[in-house]
């Protein structure tokens, strides 16, 4: 049973009967949720559920078989990624996905939205300095913007994904961040400082859609919780609902399952 619980704000994000088939395989099977504006939502579940191939098809990696995606009363089906971004659609991914020979800043310069393209002549390193550390500190990466990416740890490189997301979305027009496992591969004091650097994006007015496999990263951080089982909704509300949903417990989180407390929220 799917528990919705009432929000004040409108939807920003709709997804509508989303369905992909891929031959016999019934990865989505018809998935309906709504996100409103500036809500940081958690989706999660098993693996193989879906959540991938969900976020594949809202990216525009991959064209879902049926259904619809609105993004503010626009359609984004049918959209290459680089045109979603254009309409204020981001995302990161599973491992980080950086430019390992250049340095943190030139990394953020080389994606800055409305930059335009950059001419054999141009300086990347000059480029648009200001925005670009900026984002840079946001990040928690202003002692490392001349490091080159392939000497980072892990946790930074994450962090300056998250940056460079940012960094390709518009100052003016409304966002949305699509986050694939932000805290994938780090240690559970990283996790922290990432998911409070995601929670921050969301309390400027940034839509966060993310997937996660850490519970630390979800129960604390997000506003709300969707869970997703073999391609379908099973629940949808706040995180201490989901927490203690019968059927969540029992085929997914454990029936002696207890929710972290908050990690990821800012005061």
């Known amino acids: 049973m799917t528990n919705t619980p009432q929000f004040k704000l409108g939807p920003a994000l709709q997804v509508r009967g989303l369905v992909k ?29 879906g959540k991938s191939t969900c976020f594949a098809c809202l990216a525009g990696q991959q064209s879902p078989t049926a259904g619809q995606v609105i993004w503010q009363g626009q ?13 204020g659609v981001a995302r990161t ?16 310069q080389l994606v800055l939205s409305g930059a335009g393209p950059l001419s054999w002549w141009d300086r990347l390193d000059q ?12 990040a928690d990466l202003q002692s490392w913007c001349a490091i080159t990416v392939a000497e980072l740890p892990y946790g930074a490189k994450k962090r300056l994904e998250l940056a460079m997301a ?27 400082a990432m998911m409070a650097l995601v929670r921050q994006a969301a ?23 969707l869970v997703l089982m073999q391609g379908r909704l099973v629940a949808d509300g706040l995180p201490q609902d989901v927490a203690q949903d019968p059927q969540v417990l029992q085929n997914y989180l454990g029936l002696d399952f207890k929710a972290p407390g908050p990690t990821g929220r800012s005061s």
Do not use: K, W
């Open 21 to 49: 088939h891929f031959g016999g395989v019934h990865a989505l099977d018809g998935l309906d949720f709504e996100i409103p504006a500036g809500q940081c939502v958690a989706l999660i579940g098993p693996n193989g559920a």
């Open 75 to 87: 359609p984004l089906l049918g959209r290459t990624p680089a045109q979603r971004l254009q309409q």
């Open 93 to 108: 991914f599973q491992v980080a996905q950086t430019f390992e020979a250049l340095t943190v800043l030139q990394n953020i």
């Open 127 to 138: 480029r648009d300095i200001t925005r670009a550390l900026l984002l840079a500190e946001q």
């Open 166 to 192: 940012l960094a390709g979305l518009s100052e003016a027009g409304p966002s949305l961040l699509l986050l694939d496992e932000p805290a994938a591969g780090l240690a559970l004091d990283e996790r922290a």
């Open 203 to 225: 309390g400027r007015g940034v839509t966060v859609l993310y997937t996660e496999h850490n519970m630390d990263a979800v129960f604390g951080v997000a506003d709300r919780v």
